[in-house]
């Protein structure tokens, strides 16, 4: 039977597009490899991780889409496993209607992992390290006292 699968996976933060290219190229060799039919690779780009990963504080998320009959889960996250490139990665079954669009793998100039902007749903608030701007200025009153001048006699 086929299923689609939905794989997530974090690379370091500090890889050049050509070494994050080879990582994908990698990655869906071994899925054709393997077996899988459909194959689709998404760069997300460089975000803020909710939590460091071995000392890092940002990675470069992948979402990758593919078709198989679920031997190629084993053998891909055991690659990823061993692999100092990857920090995080996680695979989902689909249910059975899910479709998607088979993209192939960017090529090296085309692989872009500049931050994206996010985009939080309604009534999300999203922290960031920017510094808030304030919209409105107040002036610091201090009470004014008058002193009160004490004649010593001696």
């Given at each position: 039977m086929i299923n689609t699968y939905e794989m997530m996976f974090i690379l370091r933060p500090d890889l050049s597009g050509e070494?994050?290219?080879k990582q994908l190229h990698k990655y869906s060799?071994?899925?054709?490899?393997?077996?899988?039919g459909k194959l689709s690779i998404e760069i997300w780009g460089k975000r803020r991780l909710a939590y460091p990963i071995q000392k890092f504080q940002d990675g470069i998320y992948v979402l990758t889409y593919y078709t198989g009959?679920?031997?190629?889960?084993?053998?891909?996250?055991?690659?990823?496993?061993?692999?100092?490139?990857?920090?995080?990665y996680l695979t989902l079954k689909q249910e059975e209607?899910?479709?998607?669009?088979?993209?192939?793998v960017p090529e090296p100039q085309a692989v872009s992992v500049?931050?994206?902007e996010e985009v939080a749903p309604p009534g999300v608030i999203i922290a960031t390290d920017k510094p808030v701007q304030e919209t409105e200025k107040t002036e610091e009153v201090t009470p004014k006292t008058e002193t009160e001048e004490v004649a010593v006699e001696a």
């Open positions: 070494q994050i290219n060799t071994l899925l054709k490899e393997n077996g899988a009959d679920g031997t190629q889960v084993a053998k891909i996250e055991k690659e990823m496993r061993f692999s100092e490139e990857v920090i995080r209607d899910f479709e998607f669009e088979e993209k192939a500049e931050p994206k």
